[in-house]
Each structure stands twice: as C-alpha cells, then as structure tokens.
C-alpha cells in the first residue's frame, strides 16, 4: 500500500504557493485493509477514508466509466490493482494530474509522478485537459473557469476549449445541478479575479446556459454620454474585479455581478439609455436566485443593490427626508452592516469602469454620516412622550420618530429644514450616474 498526494497540493508546491489543502490517493489498498489501520469510512459512492488522527480524506485509487448525462452519471470501479496513473488519468487537468509519494511522517517523499506532462503545463502557464474522459463531466468547465479566476496568468489550450464547447453543444451543461452551479460559481467569485472565469464560460458557450442573464448584458452598450468604451458586460466584469480587488465578501461580489441584469432588457426606445432598469434587474434577479438556491444573505444584498444603487448614487443630490425615505427602504437602521455592504457593492460600481479607478465617492461617506445621525434618535423616548390615550399612537410614534429621523440627518449633513428634498423612493424622472 502506497499514499501519494495528488492534485492541487502538487500543483500548488511547484508554483510556490502555500499548499492548503491535501487530496490523497491510496494505491494497492482494501477498504479492509484501511479499517484495520484506523480509518473511518465516509464516501457513498466509492471508499474514501478519514484518518484517524488529522481526519484528512484518504480516497483508493479508482477508476470510472460515464452511464449517464450530467454530474451524477457516473460508476466507479476501485481494487488493489488500479494503478497510480489510471487514477490520475480520469482527472481534469494535466497541471491537476501530478502526484508525489507520501511518507509514514506525512512528508512529500520522491520524484513527482507526471504522466500527463503536468509539469511543462505550469511552466507554460497553460490549461489544458488530461484526456478524453474531461468530457464526460460537465462540473469540469465550471472548475476550469474557476481555475482561471484564480490563476490569471494561465491561459486555455485551444484543443481545451473546443471540447467545453461540444460538451455545451451536447447538453452536458444542462444538467448540472443548481447547488453544484452555484458552488462553483460562489467560489470563483472569492479568487483574485472573477472576471475570467465568466469570461471563460462565456468563450465556451457555458456562459448562456449556467447564467444566461449575464450572458445577455454582453453587447449591449452604455449610455452614450457615461462610460461609452466598454458594452454593459464588460462594465459589469471590471465591476465584480474591483470589488474582489478590494477583497469584499461574497455577497458584496454578488451582488457586483448582478446589480445591472435589466440593462439587458431595455427597449430600444427608452432614452436616456436604461432609465428604470433597476426595477427590472430585480425581476430577473430574484428568479436566478431561486433557480441557483443562491443563499438568503446574497440574495437580499443583491435585490438591495440592484433596486437602489441608482439613488445610492445621486445621493448628493438629495436632502435629508430623501435620504431618511432611503433608509427605511433598505432597512439600514435595522442592519446597519448590510448596508455598508450595500455602499461596497455601489463604490465597486462607479469606480469599475475605464478611468475612474481611484476617483473620489463621496457618497458613501455622506450616506455613513446620515446614517450614524438617523440611528442616534432615541424611538423609544419619542414613544414615552406621545399620550398613551391617543387611538392613533402607533402612527403618530412611526411618524415622529421619522420627522426625528429627518432633523437628525440635515443636521448632520448640514441642510437647512426643508431646502432640498430630491425624489428617492425608485423613480428617477432623470436617469443616475450609473
């Protein structure tokens, strides 16, 4: 019985970068044989192991043959005398495909194991498929294209690339399941640089069958008077890029990547260009939501955003009743934190376009500051004060509280009561600087 490391480890190790996680491959073993050294069984489909004292995964070296369309169609064929090699012969990528000795003290021992010309790969910085068995499993394009997010100096071999297209051509990406849709696409989202991963899947074909909303922001163009070099899905990817560049969390990115789907929809005689899209970037958003089961904490930042990063925007313009009205629309006073995130997402948006990298956003600071002043007035004392005998106290309580609200805020952004009061309830008359 040998254990080898396999995979990433490898791959990682020779790239000089720090070796995070650990898969291994046992060769020349029974399940038995692995019981009696204290292993404990967890895999369902094929004999995958913890050991007993760091509870890393230890998998027997298998072999597999496709019986149906999608993820799961798979049967797995494991025995003692399934070989290294035809272990790493089923796995994705050659840079992948790497092994290297385990010894008894969990040091990597010996020469590395590189069958499939791994090694020359990684230097050459280049992406490329194992073998004829990559297209049996449609997951692959997606951790291909997540691969590329966080490698972004490694390109797609052309032979690769060809073959996530007739794998798309052939349905194989329809019957990815949701969770695993949105796993991956959760994960790419968190690397250094998202913006190639749905850029990958949309060479490929993937792009418009896992996340067709996006898909169709592509080629349509900006306004012409903002930002007109780049088509809306370009802007969206320098977007979702500067907001991992920022290292926001995954609901900020999120929410980056979906805050402008309704510009796909905008009739050709809406001018100026996409004005109420962002009613309309909800409606799209919340059915991918659910088609993906994407979780509750990204898809309420997402519909946030998407409803109100046009007001977030023109802040500037507002007064304070406007900016109150805004609050208690995204429930800022009560989830303080979210909203912060909400204002991430919205300095991701206006600073993720050609030439305003690093240009001010005053408006975040502005809507912290108003905040902080709306949030101070004591509701309860407000309450106290009002007579107990008043039929309609629980309104004249929400009612003052906001007056409250208002006076705290002017104060804060030093306006005078009742000098400015720009529209912030969703219905811009004139489009937002977005």
């Keep these: 019985m040998k254990i080898y490391a396999v995979g990433g480890a490898i791959r990682d190790k020779l790239l000089g970068l720090p070796v995070q996680d650990r898969d ?9 044989q692995m019981a009696a050294q204290g292993f404990r069984p967890v895999g369902k489909d094929f004999p ?13 070296a298998r072999t597999e043959r496709k019986t149906a369309a999608g993820y799961h169609g798979f049967q797995f064929f494991y025995s003692p005398d399934v070989t290294l090699e035809e272990d790493l012969e089923r796995r994705d990528l050659t840079v992948n495909a790497m ?8 040091e990597l021992t010996g020469p590395i194991v590189d069958p499939f010309n791994g090694q020359a790969d990684l230097e050459a910085r280049v992406f490329r498929h194992v073998g004829d068995a990559f297209i049996e499993d449609p997951v692959r394009i997606l951790r291909v294209a997540r691969f590329a997010a966080r490698f972004a100096d490694f390109t797609l071999a052309p032979e690769t690339l060809e073959l996530i297209r007739t794998m798309v051509a052939a349905g194989e990406v329809d019957a990815l399941v949701p969770e ?19 850029n990958l ?5 993937a792009l418009a069958r896992v996340l067709p909303e996006i898909d169709a922001l592509y080629g349509v163009p900006q306004r012409a008077d903002y930002h007109p070099e780049v088509d809306t899905g370009v802007h969206v990817m320098m977007v979702v890029d500067y907001a991992a560049k920022r290292g926001y969390t995954l609901p900020v990115r999120f929410a980056a990547l979906t805050h402008d789907l309704g ?13 109420g899209h962002e009613g309309r970037s909800v409606d799209l958003l919340k059915p991918l939501c659910d088609r993906l089961r994407v979780p509750n904490e990204c898809r309420d930042l997402a519909v946030l955003v998407a409803r109100e990063h ?34 991430q997402a919205c300095e991701a948006d206006a600073r993720g376009r050609l030439g305003f990298e690093t240009r001010d ?74």
């Design 24 to 32: 291994y491959v046992v060769v020349g073993a029974t399940p038995e």
């Design 48 to 60: 995958v192991f913890l050991h007993p004292v760091t509870h890393e995964e230890y998998a027997l």
């Design 201 to 205: 899947l949309r060479e490929g074909g």
């Design 263 to 275: 510009k796909a929809t905008t009739p050709d005689h809406v001018l100026p260009r996409h004005i």
């Design 180 to 198: 695993r849709v949105w796993q991956e696409v959760s994960r790419g989202l968190m690397e250094k640089k998202p913006s190639r991963m749905f």
């Design 361 to 434: 956003y005053p408006q975040a600071e502005r809507l912290r500051d108003a905040l902080t002043a709306a949030r101070g007035v004591d509701a309860g004392a407000i309450a106290g004060a009002l007579d107990d005998q008043r039929t309609d106290k629980p309104a004249a309580i929400k009612d003052a509280v906001h007056r409250a609200r208002v006076r705290a805020v002017a104060q804060a952004i030093g306006e005078k009561d009742g000098e400015k009061d720009a529209d912030a309830d969703g219905t811009q008359q004139r489009p937002p600087g977005n």
């Design 310 to 343: 046009g007001n977030i925007h023109r802040v500037m313009e507002m007064g304070a009743a406007a900016l109150v009205r805004l609050f208690e629309r995204s429930d800022a006073l009560r989830k303080p934190a979210r909203f912060a995130e909400a204002l």
């Design 99 to 106: 092994a290297q000795e385990v010894s008894p003290d969990g």
